[in-house]
């Protein structure tokens, strides 16, 4: 990672296009706002944008604009991303998603530094570095006919591909305590340590989801247990190898009361037992039980 930063720091400088590659994640935002804030256009807007997230229309007007009129609903001008982003960096999220016919659009803002809104009939000029991101092989996706190859030599003038969490040996842990340390400013719960087999068991786990997975493992952690000691009770199902809960959209109250009904089947009704599996007090457990409707 140190080697990164150096590397970053002496990218943002350069102020040429940055495409940064790695799995979800792994930090592809906070490296593209980093740079825009290491840049000489730090005091300049960083904008961004999620290609993924916009039909094709929408997303040539979310970047470009419209004039009044362009179509249903352009009730009145509208500056886009590039207008908003001038003098600074506009970070294009899944840039392999962009429509191939936006992608000439795209192309020339970057090499004449002019675009027409949508609907208009006027250039408009801006001066925007674009740092984009993927976690598609751009090589694979222009090979398959979806992604124009000039298109992706301008994007990737320096690719910086950040690793996924599981490669980044010692990143885990640290990580782990920089975001217990920042929920413990909160107040929520306090963490002050962890147990050894808590710790091997994050230590073991793969992080699919990287960075962005291993905060809300932190986090739910501090939601669903208590006490000073992060043990294994408090881990998600994921990181205690348990087969995740059916229902996606189960709510932490529906993971808490879940948690504690397994406790006490396992403890057969007893809550001294359950509550000392569970990491809190009796009368904590007392409280919940109240508030799950649980007696
Ligand atoms: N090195 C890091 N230190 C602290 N937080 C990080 C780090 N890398 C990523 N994060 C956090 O992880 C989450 C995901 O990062 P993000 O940049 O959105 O990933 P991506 O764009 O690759 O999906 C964000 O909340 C981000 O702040
Ligand atoms: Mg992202």
């Known amino acids: 990672m140190e080697a990164l930063f150096t590397k970053l720091r002496r990218v943002a400088r350069a102020q040429c296009t940055v495409l940064v590659g790695g799995e979800t994640g792994t930090g592809k935002e906070l490296v593209a706002r980093a740079i825009h804030a290491e840049s000489p256009r730090r005091r300049a807007p960083f904008q961004a944008v999620n290609c993924a997230t916009f039909s094709p229309t929408l997303l040539e007007s979310e970047l470009f604009g419209h004039v009044r009129g362009a179509f249903t609903g352009a009730v009145r001008d509208r500056q886009g991303l590039f207008a908003l ?3 600074g960096t506009l970070f294009l999220d899944e840039v392999a998603e962009i429509p191939l016919d936006l992608q000439g659009k795209l192309l020339r803002v970057m090499q004449e530094k002019t675009f027409v809104p949508v609907g208009g009939t006027r250039p408009v000029t801006v001066d925007v570095r674009v740092i984009s991101a993927t976690n598609k092989a751009l090589r694979q996706e222009v090979d398959e006919g979806r992604f ?62 990287n960075v962005r997975e291993l905060r809300s493992a932190v986090e739910y952690a501090f939601v669903v247990g208590e006490g000073p000691v992060l043990d294994v009770a408090d881990l998600t199902p994921e990181l205690r190898g348990e087969p995740p809960p059916g229902i996606s959209s189960s709510s932490l109250a529906d993971i808490e009361r879940a948690r504690i009904l397994a406790a006490l089947a396992r403890h057969h009704g007893r809550k001294a037992a359950a509550a000392a599996e569970l990491g809190i007090s009796r009368t904590t457990l007392w409280r919940k039980l109240y508030a799950h409707r649980l007696r």
């Open 85 to 87: 982003a001038h003098q």
């Open 148 to 209: 124009r190859e000039d298109l992706s030599y301008r994007l990737r003038v320096v690719p910086l591909l950040l690793p996924p969490l599981r490669r980044r040996e010692g990143d885990v842990e640290a990580l782990f305590w920089h975001f217990v340390n920042q929920l413990n400013q909160q107040g929520m719960r306090r963490i002050e340590g962890v147990t050894g087999t808590a710790m091997d068991a994050i230590l073991a786990y793969t992080w699919p989801g």
